[in-house]
């Protein structure tokens, strides 16, 4: 906008709010007034239109040398969880005994892992380690898709694999007919259909809000709930749709587990000996130790989310469920399952050899050892 002061009779000084505008003479006066409009018309259709350019991940703390321990905490998490389900992948496909289709969900499970958490601790170790707290929008929509597609992946995997525990335990004699390769495969294709729909459905949702100045997200990745809360616009159907699908998409599975595993302990219960009750036990511990461990943490986000008003204790709680269940799981096959065990010993007795410069002797060990 320009003010008009008089200077002196018959003359005017022009303030101008662009500094590249000069005072025009008389003469040109009209070309670079007709400039300037057109100027600050652009500039205001560009402020109106302009799309959200990044949120803010505020993390876990703002106090530098706590982000210094978290960085060394988290690195290590990472190397762990990746290193532990790369074991399990490997033992799994190394292993003639592991080529079951437990261990099969199992080694599909630990890949599930080693990509969630690569969605989204390496973007915090990255923040911690530059001291920025930046991601980009569509960085954030695809760590949100990417999130849900594994998580939800995980998800129906763990129902899937309390379905094969359900066979195995309850009708044994049919396992093999039953549990067939194309069942399996049948089941983590659906899986895989489910968890892209899920992730896919609600990127879209996000993608139609729009945000205002305020793109602050108190957690160290772009959660979903997070991001709803920051939007200008309507959210209704994106806060229906979150807890809806949510609920169908846990429901179902948790309520398959619940069925698998009713059904298990009224058939362990039927064995007459101990000794067969505890083998039955043994082969389904470890599935339900992770089943616990990852719906409990899930459950205990939403909750703890629900009673508090704290941003920092609710992204602990978001570190509790997408972090720590994948660094455990691969520790809990391989305490709680003997032929895991042997089959990582295999592994690393390999590695071991060839890293010490016999690659050829660690290749004959593990053939003999078959």
Do not use: W
């Not at 763990?158 to 049948?186: E, G, K, Q, S």
């Amino acid at each position: 906008m320009s003010v008009l002061l008089d200077h002196k009779p018959g003359a005017s000084v022009r303030l101008s709010a662009f500094p590249e505008d000069r005072p025009p003479s008389s003469t040109s006066r009209g070309c670079i007034e007709n400039h300037s409009s057109v100027k600050r018309t652009r500039i205001i259709n560009h402020m109106n239109h302009t799309d959200v350019p990044e949120f803010l991940l505020l993390g876990l703390t703002d106090d530098p040398e706590l982000q210094h321990f978290l960085l060394g905490l988290f690195l290590s998490v990472y190397l762990v969880t990746i290193l532990g389900n790369l074991l399990i992948i490997l033992a799994v496909s190394c292993d003639p005994h592991l080529h079951s289709p437990m261990y099969s969900f199992l080694c599909i499970l630990s890949l599930a892992d080693i990509c969630i958490s690569t969605t989204t601790i390496p973007k915090m170790l990255l923040n911690i380690q530059a001291q920025n707290e930046h991601i980009s929008y569509t960085g954030c929509i695809a760590q949100i898709g990417f999130v849900l597609f594994f998580g939800g992946f995980e998800n129906c995997l763990l129902a899937a694999m309390a379905y094969d525990r359900h066979v195995a335990i309850c009708h044994p004699l049919t396992y093999t007919v039953v549990m067939t390769p194309r069942l399996c495969a049948m089941l983590i294709l659906l899986s895989l259909l489910l968890s892209i729909a899920d992730a896919l459905l609600h990127c879209l949702m996000v993608l139609r809000l729009s945000f205002c100045t305020n793109r602050e997200i108190p957690d160290f990745f772009c959660e979903l709930a997070q991001v709803i809360k920051l939007a200008c616009s309507d959210t209704l159907i994106n806060n229906f749709l979150m807890y809806f699908v949510g609920t169908l998409f846990a429901g179902v599975p948790v309520s398959g587990i619940i069925f698998s595993y009713t059904q298990i302990l009224s058939s362990i219960l039927r064995k007459p000996s101990v000794e067969g009750r505890r083998k039955a036990f043994s082969t389904c511990g470890s599935h339900l130790s992770v089943v616990s461990l990852f719906y409990g943490t899930g459950f205990g986000v939403y909750i703890s989310s629900a009673v508090t008003d704290s941003s920092r204790k609710a992204a602990v709680a978001s570190m509790m469920y997408i972090v720590v269940p994948q660094m455990m799981n691969p520790f809990i096959y391989s305490l709680r399952n003997r032929d895991m065990k042997e089959a990582l010993r295999k592994i690393i007795t390999r590695i071991h050899l060839s890293l010490m410069g016999s690659p050829a002797l660690g290749l004959f060990f593990l053939k003999e050892t078959k």
